[in-house]
Each structure stands twice: as structure tokens, then as C-alpha cells.
């Protein structure tokens, strides 16, 4: 009895020596029958208790043998199946096949629309200045004519550096107003892009981080006629060559007179819709004349120089232009709302 049971261990080694599987099929076959969870092998384990006891540890030894066995043969022939289907692949390689087209990331929408702002500004002799982000209660306010008890410098709108009441994160990109009339001599014609910071609850209308780009024009003579045209060229290119602007008095601590800017509404042509609340206009900037406090604050000759500056919110034009109705959208990151600006401008 023990030496027939033996024999079919042995027969069965054999087997799985002389098998030869030669593609896929016949290796998940090969490995089902010997190596899977109702492999043939199993069974011979437990007949075990037939073998005399003298003989049980030879004939455990044998049982392993065919399981090392058919697990050597399998290992080797996997080796062979992946390699010889890795060199079909490469001889099927058609080289004619088009190409695949890669996914492309695009711009984030306040970039592209940061862009075609400062590109607007560049066709007419503005350069680009960017400043630091963490600043100084002097740039930012101060040489801003911002006096110490503004409620702008209340610590409920503006985020300090922690322990200090000199250093901030800049409200507004005012404050390279400041930095660069301190450097440069008239005549400075500067657009600044740039990251803002308030203190301002998060909603759907406002964020505690933004993007505004400020506009600083200092010559001898300029006027609030120059001020005016430049912004109305700016409506004209940004928002369609039939934008009309108007000018509504208004306050900045920086800027005397001040105005906000408003545009025809793009969408209903002035004749009231959602966009504009029925209004017919959209508001999109402050602007007005460089206060003579603020030339001499940077060293300027207010008597011999005048100037405009103005600045806006990018998200609010980004917004504005594809009827964005959450400023928080910008912050997600979901490339769903991102991939929608793949060709934007
Ligand atoms: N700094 C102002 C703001 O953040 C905008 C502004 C800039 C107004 C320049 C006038 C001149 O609201």
C-alpha cells in the first residue's frame, strides 16, 4: 500500500517536470492544477496516514518536493510567457499608429486673466513690478497716507506677523505704490500684479486671500483726462469695444480726487440683468489721483509731478467675465472647474 502511494508522488513529480507550458492559458492552467487552493497536490498530503510511520517523514519530504517542484516550473515558464509577450509587443510596435495625444494641464483662470490684464497695460508702456507679500506697516499703510487710526489697520482686517504690529501681510498691491516711487525717479509707469491678504470671513463673495493688480502712472502734468482715457482703453480691450465707463466719486485715503470705475454691463449691453442687478453697470475699480501727501511721503516733488494710480480685483473680473458666482471656486483647485479655462484667452 505505502509503495503505491509513493509511486503516485513520483508520478506526479514527473508530471510536473515534463509539463510545458508554453503561453498563458496553459500557465494559469498548469498553476491551478498545482499550485491553486484545490491543487491536486493537497490531497496526497493527507495520505499521509496510510504510510507506515517509519516511512511518513520520507513521504512528507516527497509531498514538498512536488509542491517546490511545480513552483520552480511555474516561476521559470512565468519568466519566459512575460518576456516573449514583451517582444510581440515590441514587434507589433506600429510606428505609423498617430500619436497619443497627452492630457495638457492649463492655466489656473486668475493667472489667464492676471495675464490679459497686465498684457492690456503692457501695449501701452506699462512694465510689470511685483513686490513682497510680507510688508511693512509703512509701505503698506503709512507712505499711504493712511493714518494710524484707520479702520483699515484694524487688526480685524489686516493679519499681522505674529507678535508684531510693524510687519503684515499686504491688504492691498498699494503698497508698491510705495515701494517703487521710493526706488525709481518719474516717470514711473508700473502695473502690479499681486496676492493680497484680508482678514474677511470666507463666503462665497469674499476670501481672506485674493489677487489685485495696481496701476501707478507718475509724470509731470499728468492729468485726470489721462486717467480717464487709459481706463476707458482698458474697458474697451477687457470687456468689448462697445464698454462705456463712469466715474463715481468715492474715498481712498492715497488718491484726491478718488473715484470707482464702473463698465457698461457685458452681458445685457446697459440694459439690466443678473450680472448687473438690473443696474446696467458693473463696478470693477477704485482709481484716482496720486495724493500730493503720498508723492512726498516717497520722495517725490508734488509740486513739480502729478500722477494716477488704480487697482482692481482680479477675482472679481475673472468672476465677472465667466459668471463665476463663488470666489472660493479659485481656491479648490477642482480640475473640473479648472479644466473649463483650457482655452479661456
Ligand atoms: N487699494 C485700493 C483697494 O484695495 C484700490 C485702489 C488702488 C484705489 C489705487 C485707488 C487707487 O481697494
Given at each position: 500500500m505505502?509503495?503505491?502511494?509513493?509511486?503516485r508522488?513520483?508520478?506526479?513529480?514527473?508530471?510536473?517536470?515534463?509539463?510545458?507550458?508554453?503561453n498563458?492559458?496553459?500557465?494559469e492552467?498548469?498553476?491551478?492544477?498545482?499550485?491553486?487552493?484545490?491543487?491536486?497536490?493537497?490531497?496526497l498530503?493527507?495520505?499521509?496516514?496510510?504510510i507506515?510511520?517509519?516511512?511518513?517523514?520520507d513521504?512528507?519530504q516527497?509531498?514538498?518536493?512536488?509542491?517546490?517542484?511545480?513552483e520552480?516550473?511555474?516561476q521559470?515558464?512565468?519568466?519566459?510567457?512575460?518576456?516573449a509577450e514583451a517582444?510581440?509587443?515590441?514587434?507589433?510596435?506600429?510606428?505609423?499608429?498617430p500619436?497619443?495625444?497627452?492630457?495638457?494641464?492649463?492655466?489656473h483662470?486668475?493667472?489667464?486673466?492676471?495675464n490679459?490684464?497686465?498684457?492690456?497695460?503692457?501695449?501701452i508702456?506699462f512694465?510689470?513690478?511685483?513686490?513682497?507679500e510680507?510688508?511693512?506697516?509703512?509701505?503698506?499703510?503709512?507712505?499711504?497716507?493712511?493714518?494710524?487710526?484707520?479702520?483699515?489697520?484694524?487688526?480685524?482686517?489686516?493679519?499681522?506677523?505674529?507678535d508684531?504690529?510693524e510687519?503684515?501681510l499686504r491688504t492691498?498691491?498699494?503698497?508698491?505704490?510705495?515701494?517703487?516711487?521710493?526706488?525709481?525717479?518719474?516717470?514711473?509707469r508700473i502695473?502690479?500684479?499681486?496676492?493680497?491678504?484680508?482678514?474677511?470671513t470666507?463666503?462665497?463673495?469674499?476670501?481672506?486671500q485674493?489677487?489685485?493688480?495696481?496701476?501707478?502712472?507718475?509724470?509731470?502734468?499728468?492729468?485726470?483726462?489721462?486717467l480717464?482715457?487709459t481706463l476707458?482703453?482698458f474697458a474697451?480691450?477687457?470687456?468689448?469695444?462697445?464698454?462705456?465707463?463712469?466715474?463715481?466719486?468715492?474715498?481712498?485715503?492715497?488718491?484726491?480726487?478718488?473715484a470707482?470705475?464702473?463698465?457698461?454691463?457685458?452681458?445685457?449691453?446697459?440694459?439690466?440683468?443678473?450680472?448687473?442687478?438690473?443696474?446696467?453697470?458693473?463696478?470693477?475699480?477704485g482709481?484716482?489721483?496720486?495724493?500730493?501727501?503720498?508723492?512726498?511721503?516717497?520722495?517725490?516733488?508734488?509740486?513739480?509731478?502729478?500722477?494716477?494710480?488704480?487697482?482692481?480685483?482680479i477675482?472679481?473680473?475673472?468672476?465677472l467675465?465667466?459668471?463665476?458666482?463663488?470666489?472660493?471656486?479659485?481656491f479648490?483647485?477642482?480640475?473640473r472647474?479648472?479644466?473649463?479655462?483650457?482655452?479661456?484667452?
Open positions: 505505502s509503495t503505491e502511494v509513493f509511486d508522488v513520483k508520478q506526479l513529480i514527473e508530471e510536473i517536470r515534463s509539463a510545458k507550458p508554453s498563458k492559458e496553459e500557465l492552467a498548469f498553476r491551478l492544477r498545482f499550485l491553486g487552493t484545490k491543487n491536486v497536490i493537497k490531497p498530503m493527507g495520505e499521509i496516514r496510510l507506515a510511520n517509519e516511512l511518513k517523514k513521504y512528507g516527497l509531498v514538498n518536493e512536488a509542491k517546490e517542484v511545480a520552480t516550473v511555474f521559470s515558464v512565468k519568466e519566459l510567457v512575460e518576456q517582444e510581440a509587443a515590441v514587434q507589433h510596435l506600429d510606428l505609423t499608429a500619436g497619443e495625444p497627452m492630457p495638457l494641464g492649463s492655466r483662470p486668475i493667472t489667464l486673466t492676471m490679459r490684464i497686465v498684457d492690456i497695460f503692457s501695449r508702456g512694465t510689470v513690478a511685483e513686490e513682497r510680507i510688508e511693512d506697516d509703512w509701505h503698506n499703510f503709512t507712505a499711504m497716507n493712511t493714518p494710524e487710526d484707520h479702520p483699515a489697520r484694524d487688526m480685524q482686517d489686516t493679519y499681522y506677523l505674529k508684531s504690529t510687519m503684515l492691498h498691491t498699494s503698497s508698491v505704490q510705495a515701494r517703487v516711487m521710493t526706488h525709481q525717479k518719474p516717470p514711473i502695473i502690479a500684479p499681486g496676492r493680497v491678504y484680508r482678514n474677511e470666507i463666503s462665497a463673495r469674499s476670501h481672506c485674493f489677487h489685485q493688480v495696481e496701476g501707478l502712472y507718475i509724470d509731470e502734468g499728468v492729468s485726470f483726462a489721462d480717464k482715457q476707458l482703453y474697451k480691450e477687457m470687456y468689448g469695444a462697445d464698454t462705456r465707463i463712469r466715474l463715481r466719486p468715492s474715498f481712498f485715503p492715497f488718491t484726491e480726487p478718488s470707482e470705475m464702473d463698465v457698461s454691463c457685458f452681458l445685457c449691453g446697459g440694459s439690466g440683468c443678473r450680472i448687473c442687478k438690473q443696474t446696467g453697470w458693473v463696478e470693477i475699480l482709481c484716482g489721483m496720486v495724493d500730493p501727501a503720498v508723492l512726498e511721503n516717497c520722495g517725490i516733488d508734488s509740486s513739480r509731478y502729478t500722477g494716477f494710480a488704480f487697482g482692481m480685483g477675482e472679481r473680473q475673472a468672476m467675465l465667466h459668471q463665476i458666482n463663488d470666489i472660493r471656486l479659485f479648490e483647485n477642482d480640475v472647474f479648472l479644466n473649463q479655462f483650457k482655452s479661456a484667452f
